[in-house]
Every structure is written in structure tokens, then in C-alpha cells.
């Protein structure tokens, strides 16, 4: 062992690299997230409330299992931000639906829970920073601001897709606008990185939230009509397929330079 090596691995981040990769990721499971949720909680009608109570002990389980973790694992990780975005989905049609808090309103409790998650983190551990996280109360607050933006985002989808008269395609221009907008600060501007992630981390959930809507609805409804169970099974595919070529060439690349 190599002197420093022990101190170096204990301090390896355990969330994956902020890159072009990642970002595809995430909108492939957060659509995974709106069609999975959905097909829990309509398609098999187990209900929202119900469908919640199982995601949330569902990551709860993994959750546990990234937080024990030493190091960073590309499958638990991404299966911990599918959880996230699932349970996202329940969580957010039971505040609009079953709860009938409206689309509206619901965006703005959840907004309002995001930034209270952000201000706390902040004011405890001093940066909101996601370049390295290696455990502790940074990987906690990480964790807990994923899942409530990830809720945001199912909320703010909805709600711009059937409350605001856009529709799914044209929502999905609007916030792809967005996106685009981001990433052109992040290359042209000195606006803080971290900001500019978090910012890009809620549009991507109502993205892959209207995306799902897009695949899954009927024509009648404004979407294609593949339906919840094939748009799930394609878009899983997409992401284990991306995991897999992704963190294989890292790890080919690692091995070749050492």
C-alpha cells in the first residue's frame, strides 16, 4: 500500500461526477421515476398514498445501504437516485390529488421544503457544494435535497403540463428552454456552479416528468400512448445501459493509467 493511500480512500467522494453523462442519467431515471410511479400507482392501482408508504421504506433500504457504503458504487448510487424519483412522483400526485392541494400549490409547499433543506445544510456544514461528498451530514442533507427536488419537479411538471394549458410538448420546450438557458450561464457566466446545478437539478425532474407524460398518455390526452409498463422497461434499459458503458470505460481508463 502506498503511503497516503488509506487517508485517500477514505476520502473519495461517494456521489458520482458531475458530468454531460450524469446529466443523461438523471433525466433517463427521473422519467423512469414519473412512468414507475405512475404504473405503481395507477396502472396497478395501488393508490398514492399507499404507493408512497412503499417507495419511501423501498428508499429507505437503499438509502441505508449508500450511507454504510465506503466508497462510491455506480449501480447503488443511481438506484438510490431512482428511488428518489419515484417515490417523488407518489409523493407529489397525493399532495395534488388525494390531498387536493392543487398543482400550484403543491409546487409551492415542496419549493418551500427545498429551500428550507438548502438553507439548513448550508448554515450547518457551510457550502452546498456537490463536488465531494464522502459521508456524514454532507451525504444526508445531498440525499434529502435530492428527494424533495425530485418531488418539486413532479409537481412543477404537472402543473405546468395540465394546469398552465401548455400541454406535454410544449412544457417540454419551455423547460428544455431552461435547461439550455443553464447551460449556457454555466460556460458564459462566473454565476456559482452550485447554484447553477441545483437549478439544473429541479428542471430536469419536470423534464423526465413531462417526458414520461409525453410517452405514456393517450393520443386523446396529448401523449404518444406507449404506456407505462413499455415506457418503464425502455427507459431502465437506457439507464443500466448507460451506467454500464459509463463507469466500464472510467474503470478501463483508471486501470490503463495505473
Not at 396497478?44 to 428508499?59: C, N
Not at 423547460?175 to 447554484?195: C, D, E, V, Y
Not at 439507464?239 to 495505473?258: D, F, H, Q
Request: charged residues 10%; aromatic residues 10%.
Amino acid at each position: 500500500m502506498k503511503p497516503g493511500t488509506q487517508t485517500a480512500t477514505s476520502t473519495l467522494s461517494k456521489v458520482a461526477e458531475v458530468t454531460l453523462a450524469f446529466w443523461v442519467m438523471k433525466i433517463a431515471a427521473t422519467t423512469v421515476g414519473e412512468t414507475g410511479g405512475d404504473m405503481i400507482s395507477m396502472t396497478m392501482q395501488v393508490g398514492y398514498v399507499l404507493s408512497t408508504i412503499i417507495l419511501l421504506a423501498i428508499f429507505g433500504v437503499v438509502l441505508t445501504l449508500q450511507l454504510r457504503a465506503k466508497k462510491f458504487h455506480p449501480w447503488l448510487y443511481w438506484l438510490v437516485v431512482l428511488a428518489t424519483s419515484t417515490a417523488g412522483t407518489t409523493i407529489s400526485d397525493m399532495l395534488d390529488r388525494t390531498f387536493e392541494l392543487g398543482y400550484a400549490l403543491g409546487s409551492g409547499l415542496i419549493a418551500s421544503c427545498l429551500v428550507a433543506v438548502l438553507i439548513v445544510w448550508k448554515r450547518t456544514t457551510g457550502s452546498l457544494s456537490v463536488d465531494h461528498i464522502s459521508g456524514g451530514r454532507d451525504e444526508a442533507f445531498y440525499w434529502a435535497a435530492i428527494l424533495v427536488s425530485n418531488t418539486l419537479g413532479t409537481a412543477l411538471g404537472d402543473f405546468l403540463a395540465d394546469s398552465s394549458g401548455l400541454g406535454f410538448l410544449w412544457s417540454n420546450v419551455l423547460i428544455s428552454s431552461g435547461l439550455i438557458a443553464i447551460a449556457l450561464a454555466f460556460f458564459l457566466t462566473k454565476i456559482s456552479r452550485t447554484a447553477l446545478f441545483w437549478a439544473a437539478f429541479v428542471l430536469t425532474r419536470p423534464f423526465g416528468a413531462t417526458m414520461g407524460d409525453l410517452l405514456t398518455k393517450s393520443p386523446d390526452h396529448g401523449g404518444m400512448g406507449i404506456g407505462t409498463v413499455g415506457s418503464s422497461a425502455v427507459l431502465l434499459a437506457v439507464l443500466a445501459g448507460m451506467i454500464a458503458v459509463t463507469y466500464r470505460a472510467k474503470a478501463t481508463g483508471s486501470a490503463i493509467n495505473n
